[in-house]
């Protein structure tokens, strides 16, 4: 049984930096590419990063490209998105998802993309 279980985020200030993990079990994790996504309040679930199985050729959306960092440790089954200079409108819950990939450097930024997703954790953003 694949699992993905998140953790991090919770109240954090404006400008501050918070550090989300997700750790992942029942899958062999150096075979999947890996994804941030994230939904707000009343909004769609939107691209944030992916990041390849062999942990180059990182994928960030537009709107948060030099404040957020994906990175995997493949020997602890992680991945991690940092989040640096929080702005409220980054208030979402944050989810992690795993996608099983042929090619190495293949970075899924669909959603419908993914087979595999955490149950995802909140960070909310105070001015």
């Known amino acids: 049984q694949v699992q993905l279980v998140e953790s991090g985020g919770g109240l954090v200030q404006a400008g501050g930096s918070t550090r989300l993990s997700c750790t992942a079990s029942?899958?062999?994790?150096?075979?999947?590419?890996m994804g941030w996504f994230r939904q707000a309040p009343g909004k769609e679930r939107e691209f944030v990063a992916a990041?390849?199985?062999?942990?180059?050729?990182?994928s960030y959306a537009d709107s948060v490209k030099g404040r957020f960092t994906i990175s995997r440790d493949n020997a602890k089954n992680t991945v991690y998105l940092r989040i640096d200079s929080l702005k409220p409108e980054d208030t979402a819950v944050y989810y992690c998802a795993a996608q099983m990939t042929v090619d190495l450097w293949s970075v899924p930024t669909a959603p419908n993309r993914y087979r595999y997703w955490g149950q995802g954790t909140q960070v909310t953003v105070s001015s």
């Open positions: 029942g899958l062999t994790f150096s075979s999947y590419a």
């Open positions: 990041i390849s199985r062999n942990f180059g050729h990182p």
